[in-house]
C-alpha cells in the first residue's frame, strides 16, 4: 500500500532521513520505534506531503506521492503535538475539516461520543490543555474512515481513560483491516496492537520484523522488555 | 476553493484590525474632504494616505497574518488539498478583505466629493497598491520561519519603496542633472509601484504641469489612453512576480 524507496532528508547540516525503504500492506499494524531525534515524524510527514524529501520516492497504492494531494483522502493523520488555529472552535474545526474533505458517506463520529467533545464544541483551541487537544486530533484522523491511519505518539497527554478508549478504537479499527502505522514510546501500549516492528536509529531503519520474529530473536515473552533489549544493544554498538 | 477562501475571509473579519483600518481610512476621509471645499487638494492630502497607509497596512498585516495561519496550513496540508490551493486561497482571502476595507473606508467618500475620473483612477490605484502589498507580504514570509524577521522583512521593504526609493531617484536627479535623463527617470520609477500610482494619480488630477519637464515626459508615456494599460501590466507584474515566487518557496517548503 505504501512503498518507500530510498528515502532520504537533511534539514542543513543534519540527516534526518538516510536511504530508507519500507513497505507497508494493507492490514498490519506497524509500530515505528527508535530513540529520539530519529527521524521517525520526518518519516510519516513526508508520507503525508508535508516534508518534501531530497531524494527517493514514496508510493501510495502504487502511484508516486509528489505533487499529488488526492491521496491523503485515503489517511487519516493524527500528529504529535496537534497545531490548530488559536481563535477557532472545536466544532469549527470539525466542520471545517468535514467542508473541506466534502465526504459523502457517514462520518466516523464514535471517538466524538467516547470522549464526550460535543460538550466542549463552543471552546477555543487556544483554552484546550493538550489533552483535549490530542482527543480532537484523534477525532479527526478517524472521523473520515481512512484506510490508512498515520498515529505519531497518539497517546502520549491522554489520561489512562481516554488512552484506553483510543486503544480500543485502534483495535476495532485494524479488524476492518486498515493499515495503522503509529510511533510510540510506551510500549506496554502497543503490546496487544501491534503485528510489526520497524526500528529506526539515526535516519536508518535498523530492522524491520513481526513481533514473533523479535520475540524469538530476544527470546523475550514481553514485546516492551524485547524492545529495552534492542535499544540497549544499539547504544552499545 | 472558495470554500477555503470563505474561511479565511470569515476569520479575517473576526479579526478586529480590519475593522480599525476601516474605520480609520473612512474617518480620513471623510474629514479630509469635510476641511477642504476644494475636492482636488482633498484628494491630493488622501493621495499620501492611499499611497504610504495603505501599503503599510497591507505589508504588515499579511505578513503577520500568515505567520499566524501557520497551525491552520499545517491542519489544511495533512487534508486532501493542494498546496497551490491553499497559498492562493489565502492571497485571495486576505487581499479580498483588504480591497473591501479599503472600499468602505476610503471608496465612498472618494466617489462622493472627487470628480468621477479622478475618483475612480485613486480607487484603482489604491486597491492595485493594496494588492501589491500583500503579494510582497507573502514573499517576506515565505523565506523565513521567524516572525520577527519576517515583519523585519516586510516593514524594510515597505520603507524602501515608500520613502528610500524616492530619496534615491531625486539623488539621481540631483547628480545627473546636467544630463538628458528624463526618459531613464521614467523608467527607474517602473521599478516602484508607489511611484507609479502616484504618477497615474498625479497626471489625472492635472496638476502634473507643476511637475516641469520631468511632468511632461511623463504624461507623455503614461498620460496617453494606452499608456494606462502599460502602468496597469507593469503592477500586475509585481502582483504577479512576489506571488509566484512565493508560490515557488512555500511548495518545497517543509512543515
Request: glycine share 6%.
Amino acid at each position: 500500500m505504501i512503498v518507500v524507496e530510498n528515502l532520504s532528508k537533511h534539514f542543513g547540516k543534519l540527516q534526518a532521513l538516510n536511504k530508507v525503504n519500507l513497505t507497508c500492506e494493507k492490514g498490519e499494524c506497524i509500530a515505528l520505534i527508535g530513540p529520539n531525534a530519529c527521524g521517525k515524524t520526518t518519516l510519516i510527514k513526508s508520507i503525508l506531503g508535508m516534508v518534501i524529501p531530497n531524494q527517493g520516492t514514496i508510493k501510495f497504492n502504487g502511484r508516486p506521492i509528489a505533487g499529488q494531494f488526492s491521496y491523503r483522502n485515503h489517511i487519516g493523520y493524527m500528529p504529535q503535538i496537534g497545531r490548530y488555529p488559536d481563535n477557532m472552535s472545536i466544532g469549527q474545526i470539525i466542520d471545517m475539516i468535514k467542508e473541506i474533505r466534502n465526504y459523502n458517506d457517514q462520518t466516523d463520529e464514535e471517538l466524538i461520543e467516547a470522549f464526550k467533545l460535543k460538550q466542549l464544541f463552543h471552546k477555543r483551541m487556544r483554552t484546550l490543555s493538550g489533552g483535549t487537544t490530542q482527543k480532537v486530533s484523534a477525532s479527526l484522523a478517524f472521523l473520515f474512515n481512512p484506510d490508512v491511519l498515520i498515529l505519531d505518539e497518539p497517546t502520549a497527554g491522554l489520561d489512562p481513560l481516554a488512552s484506553e478508549l483510543l486503544k480500543e478504537k485502534i483495535i476495532k479499527e485494524k479488524k476492518k483491516g486498515r493499515l495503522i502505522l503509529i510511533t510510540s514510546h510506551l510500549l506496554n501500549e502497543l503490546d496487544e496492537l501491534i503485528t510489526q516492528i520497524v526500528f529506526m536509529q539515526e535516519g536508518k531503519i535498523h530492522f524491520h520484523k513481526s513481533v514473533e520474529q523479535l520475540k524469538v530473536d530476544t527470546r523475550e515473552e514481553k514485546l516492551a522488555k524485547a524492545i529495552s533489549l534492542v535499544l540497549k544493544q544499539s547504544q552499545h554498538e | 476553493m472558495n470554500r477555503i477562501v470563505k474561511f479565511v475571509i470569515l476569520d479575517i473579519l473576526k479579526n478586529k484590525v480590519v475593522l480599525f483600518y476601516t474605520l480609520i481610512l473612512a474617518a480620513l476621509s471623510w474629514s479630509v474632504f469635510a476641511l477642504e471645499d476644494n475636492s482636488t487638494k482633498g484628494l491630493l492630502t488622501l493621495l499620501n494616505v492611499v499611497l504610504l497607509i495603505v501599503p503599510l497596512v497591507a505589508v504588515i498585516f499579511s505578513t503577520i497574518y500568515l505567520y499566524n495561519s501557520t497551525e491552520f496550513v499545517e491542519l489544511l496540508l495533512s487534508q486532501p488539498v493542494k498546496r497551490n490551493r491553499i497559498w492562493l486561497s489565502l492571497f485571495l482571502g486576505l487581499s479580498t478583505s483588504l480591497l473591501l476595507a479599503f472600499f468602505a473606508g476610503a471608496g465612498i467618500p472618494i466617489l462622493i466629493y472627487a470628480p468621477p475620473e479622478v475618483s475612480l483612477m485613486m480607487l484603482l490605484m489604491g486597491a492595485t497598491i493594496s494588492t501589491v502589498f500583500v503579494a510582497i507580504a507573502f514573499l517576506s514570509s515565505v523565506f523565513t520561519r521567524d516572525k520577527a524577521k519576517g515583519i523585519g522583512i516586510a516593514i524594510m521593504l515597505w520603507l524602501f519603496f515608500a520613502l528610500l526609493f524616492d530619496g534615491l531617484l531625486l539623488f539621481l536627479l540631483f547628480q545627473f542633472s546636467d544630463y538628458p535623463i528624463e526618459k531613464a527617470v521614467v523608467f527607474i520609477s517602473a521599478c516602484n509601484p508607489i511611484d507609479l500610482a502616484r504618477i497615474m494619480i498625479l497626471l489625472h488630477l492635472d496638476v502634473s504641469a507643476m511637475m516641469g519637464y520631468t511632468g511632461a515626459v511623463f504624461k507623455d508615456y503614461f498620460g496617453s489612453s494606452y499608456g494606462i494599460y502599460i502602468v496597469m501590466s507593469i503592477l500586475a507584474l509585481w502582483v504577479f512576480l512576489p506571488y509566484r515566487i512565493s508560490l515557488a518557496k512555500f511548495r518545497k517548503k517543509d512543515l
